[in-house]
Each structure stands twice: as C-alpha cells, then as structure tokens.
C-alpha cells in the first residue's frame, strides 16, 4: 500500500508540475475537433483536362500535351473534356495556354460552327503567308486559292466566300504560315483539301 501510495503521489505531482501543458493541450485538442465539426465541407470536384503546357493553334494534340486536374464543379466551363482519350490525335483550332481547361471550342469539330448555316463542316487550312493572315478577323470572307504552278498568276479559286471561324495566335517569327479555321460545305471542305495538296494556299479578303 504504500508503495501505490508513493506512486499516486508522484503522479499528482507531476500533473502539477506540468498542469499548464496538459491545459494547452486540451485546449487546443478541444479547437481543432470544433473547428473540424463546423467546418464546411469541401466543395464536389470534377475531372477536367487542360494543357500540360502552352500549346500552338494548329497542334495535333498527344497524350502528352494534355493532363487531367479535379477543379470545383462550379469552375468547370462548359463543352469541357473530362477524359485525356476524348482530345487525343484532336487539332487545336486555337492557341492555349498552360493549365487552361480545353473545351469543344479549342479543338477541330462540329460545335466551332454552331450558329452558322446548317451542314457547315469546320475545316482547318494551313495559309502559306503568316502576315496576310493577321489581317484577319473572326467572321471576316474570304476566297481560297491554290497555286498549281511558279507562276505568281497562275493560281485556282477552291473555296469561295468563306467564313473565317477561329484565328490563331501568330509569331512573329513564323515561317510556316498560319492555320485558319474556315466554316465551309462537306463538297468545299473536299476542294480546300485537295488544292492544299496541289501547293501553297493563300487567300484574299471579300469586301
């Protein structure tokens, strides 16, 4: 007995001693467990894919080029792809930058020509004179043409009033000309594709 006496002793006294740390700490247990209790609770998230890093309009998207982040669901914009599968092997139709979400409006496809007349197809063409291209506006028309010859005036009409759909972002110091995407019909489409394989495009701009 009294050896259990000895060491109940001891143990108040060391409470004592102590007293003002085992307070704090009770204290702060109690804080942190009513500040976890009404907390509010983390807002949903979503999967969304944005740009690994700044990537050119144009740019034939890799598994590389794009990663998926969890954004609060409230942020996420529209059109916005949930999957990196879903925008592989997709064309950029517009320059984006770095950790920036890519919707159905940065890529090739159907809904670049929502508002436009029915059975418009969106089609990219790479215009061989980056400076006559930042003429350009968003709506502006233009005509296509293909150089079939050396000859400076030697050249075929492909694509006539055509609507100027996305521009992209030029460097100055481009020397490969400029994509532009151009809302046109399937048969236009067609026609843009093979003079583009019969040498370089340029174009003019209709009044």
């Given at each position: ?122 089609s990219p063409v790479r215009i061989d004179d980056a400076d006559v291209v930042s003429l350009l506006r968003v709506g502006d028309r233009i005509d296509v043409y293909a150089a079939v010859s050396d000859d400076v005036d030697d050249a075929r009409r492909v694509v006539t009033d055509a609507a100027v759909v996305t521009l ?40």
């Amino acid at each position: 007995m009294a050896d259990l006496s000895d060491v109940t002793t001891r143990l108040r006294r060391t409470l004592r001693r102590h007293r003002r740390w085992t307070v704090a700490l009770c204290v702060a247990l109690a804080v942190f467990s009513f500040t976890r209790a009404v907390a509010p609770p983390a807002p949903p998230t979503a999967a969304v894919v944005v740009a690994a890093r700044d990537l050119a309009s144009g740019q034939v998207l890799g598994p590389d080029d794009v990663r998926v982040v969890r954004l609060p669901r409230d942020a996420v914009p529209d059109g916005v792809a949930t999957t990196t599968e879903a925008l592989v092997a997709r064309t950029l139709a517009a320059p984006v930058r770095r950790g920036e979400p890519i919707s159905d409006r940065r890529v090739v496809g159907d809904s670049l020509v929502a508002g436009y007349a029915p059975g418009l197809v969106a089609s990219p063409v790479r215009i061989d004179d980056a400076d006559v291209v930042s003429l350009l506006r968003v709506g502006d028309r233009i005509d296509v043409y293909a150089a079939v010859s050396d000859d400076v005036d030697d050249a075929r009409r492909v694509v006539t009033d055509a609507a100027v759909v996305t521009l992209p972002r030029i460097d100055d110091e481009s020397h490969d000309g400029a994509l532009v995407v151009l809302a046109l019909t399937p048969k236009d489409a067609a026609a843009l594709a093979q003079g583009s394989a019969e040498g370089p495009l340029s174009i003019s701009l209709r009044g």
